[in-house]
């Protein structure tokens, strides 16, 4: 019995698996790393903290950490409440870049080889101040949990000024040098970014599997993201591992699939490997 019940949540897990087979090629990869705490207060309020750390560009860049607060309240057997803020801190890259414009054009009108490439950039360490509230439904069949969560999300990022470097190229297209952006007075110049702030609603669908006399329970989500349109397509799919009563170890993979540019940040299509802890007393 043990046995078929296993190769059942086997079949489930494959089957939902089969359409992250489509995305092939990804720009980047990157891991996240998060640990939660959760207090269980009574049997329907539970408080939580929990921190998180990522990587990008093929693991080499630090790309964002962040610390949070949030509640759930359950209001009914199937039906959960929450709120939260969050604290982040990410690693930004702004760039312009030389086009088709006159003075990229030599005294006979040839090009100078370094039309596209970066003539500005600026890389900063950024803070965002995000809050949310959620409604979380969750029904079960048999030893199979399905959810669905519809989650508003406030973002506020403030005002930023920062310098730029300026990137210099020889007529074949050589960087030849990398300067301070400077005035006729040899004085840094600054550019703002002005604050601003984002709402998005993000809905996720999430199947759970609890396999019989074992500790393992395989998952597997999707999740989109819409700001007035849809921007964002999240693909999930780990497993929980009870190690003890309070502790908990999550592994998963994630493909991100940005499906339009935006100018509030700058995901990119990415595979992402991710592992989390929850320790909840």
């Known amino acids: 019995m043990r046995d078929k019940m296993k190769r059942k949540a086997a079949i489930v897990l494959i089957m939902l698996l089969l359409p992250l087979g489509t995305f092939a090629q ?27 750390y990522r990587l990008r560009d093929n693991l080499k860049t630090s790309d964002r950490w962040s610390v949070g607060l949030d509640a759930s309240y359950k209001v009914m057997p199937w039906l959960k409440a929450s709120a939260g ?37 600026a890389e900063y360490w950024g803070t965002r101040h995000r809050f949310n509230v959620s409604l979380t439904g969750q029904w079960s069949v048999g030893r199979l949990d399905i959810s669905l969560r519809e989650r508003w999300q406030y973002t506020y990022r403030p005002e930023k000024t920062v310098t730029r470097d300026y990137y210099s190229y020889d007529i074949d297209g050589n960087v030849t040098s990398v300067e301070t952006d400077t005035d006729d007075d040899g004085n840094a110049k600054e550019k703002t970014y002005k604050g601003k702030g984002k709402n998005v609603l993000r809905s996720r669908l999430m199947l759970e599997y609890n396999i019989p006399h074992c500790k393992v329970d395989p998952f597997v989500s999707v999740e989109a993201y819409n700001a007035w349109s849809l921007y964002k ?18 592994f998963y993979y994630r493909y ?14 990415m595979h992402i490997i991710g592992l989390g802890y929850k320790y909840k007393f």
């Open 26 to 52: 990804s720009d980047d990869f990157g891991a996240w790393f998060s640990a939660n705490v959760v207090k269980k207060i009574d049997q329907r309020l539970n408080v939580g903290v929990e921190a998180e």
């Open 85 to 121: 803020y969050s604290l982040l801190r990410d690693y930004n890259q702004k760039y312009t870049y030389y086009d088709d414009e006159e003075d990229d054009y030599d005294d006979d009108g040839n090009p100078y080889g370094y039309t596209g490439k970066v003539k500005k950039a």
């Open 233 to 250: 397509m999240r693909y999930t799919v780990g497993a929980d591992w009870k190690i003890a009563k309070p502790h908990t170890l999550s």
């Open 256 to 269: 991100q699939h940005v499906r339009g540019s935006n100018d509030f940040d700058s995901d990119p299509n």
